[in-house]
C-alpha cells in the first residue's frame, strides 16, 4: 500500500500547492457560477412556477444545488487542465518511467482536484441557511459526501480525458461539449416535471442528475424536495459511484508507461 499511498500524497499535496498559488483560478471557477446564480435567478424568478402540488419556492432557492454542482464541475475542469500541462513539460512522463504505479499517479492528480472542488463547493453550501435552507447535522453529512462524490467522478473523468487530448483548447472544448449538457439536464436549471417527455427521459438516464439528487436532499432533508421529484439517497449514491468505478478504472487504463500515452 505505501508505494502507491507515497506517491500519491506527493502529488495530491503538489495538486494543492498549486492551485494555492494561482489565485485567478480560485475567482473563475467560484465566482463565475455564483454571478450565474444571481443573474439567472433573479432574471427568471419571476417567471418561475413550480411543478404542482409541491409548494412554493422561489428560483434562487431552486437554482442554488445547480450552482454548487456547476462549482464543482467548472473546478474539475480546471484542475484537470494541469494534466496536459504537466504532460507537455514533461514531469507527468519523468513520473511514469519512475517506479510507480498507474494507481498512484490518477489518485494524486485526481484526489488533488477533488479537495479543490471539495473545498469550493462546501464554501458555496455556506450561503445555504441565508437562502433559505434549513441545515442539520445529518444533513450537512449528506452534503459533504455528495459534493465529494460527484467531485471525484468529474475530476477522475477529467484526468481520462486530458491524457487522452493533447491541447487545452481541445480539452476545454469537449469537456464543455460533455459536462454542459449533463449540467443543463440534471435538474439544475429547470425541474423535471415541467419538461417534455423526452427530455424527462434523458434526465432520467443522466448520471449528473444522481449528483444533484445527492445535494438537493442533503439540502431538504428534513422535509420533501418543493421541486417535485428528486431519486432517493441510495439510489443516486450508488449511481454516482458506480461513475466514481468507471471513471478511475479508465483513467488508470489510458496512461501507459511504456509510450506516456
Known sequence: MAPVLQPALVLWWRELTRFRRQRS????????????????????????RPPAGSGSINYLEYFF????????LFTAIFSTFSVIEDRREGFLLSVLVAPVSRLAIVLGKVLGGTTIALVQGLLLLLL????????????VLVLIFGTFAVA???????????????????FHSVMNLVLIPLWLLSGA????????????????VNPLTY??????RGLYWSESDPAG??????????????????TMFFSTRVIRPETGK
Open 189 to 204: 436549471l429547470f425541474p423535471p416535471a415541467g419538461a417534455s417527455k423526452w427530455v424527462q427521459w434523458i434526465m432520467a
Open 25 to 48: 483560478r480560485w475567482i473563475g471557477a467560484l465566482g463565475t457560477p455564483l454571478i450565474f446564480w444571481l443573474l439567472i435567478g433573479s432574471g427568471i424568478g419571476a417567471s418561475f
Open 211 to 216: 449528483g444533484l439528487a445527492l445535494l438537493r
Open 229 to 246: 421529484y428528486s431519486p432517493q439517497i441510495p439510489v443516486s449514491a450508488a449511481v454516482t459511484l458506480v461513475c466514481v468505478v468507471l
Open 65 to 72: 444545488p445547480g450552482t454548487v454542482l456547476l462549482v464543482v
Open 128 to 139: 445555504a441557511p441565508f437562502v433559505g435552507f434549513r441545515l442539520e447535522p445529518v444533513s
Open 152 to 170: 471525484l467522478w468529474l475530476t477522475s473523468l477529467g484526468f481520462g480525458l486530458a491524457w487522452r487530448i493533447n491541447s487545452s483548447s481541445g
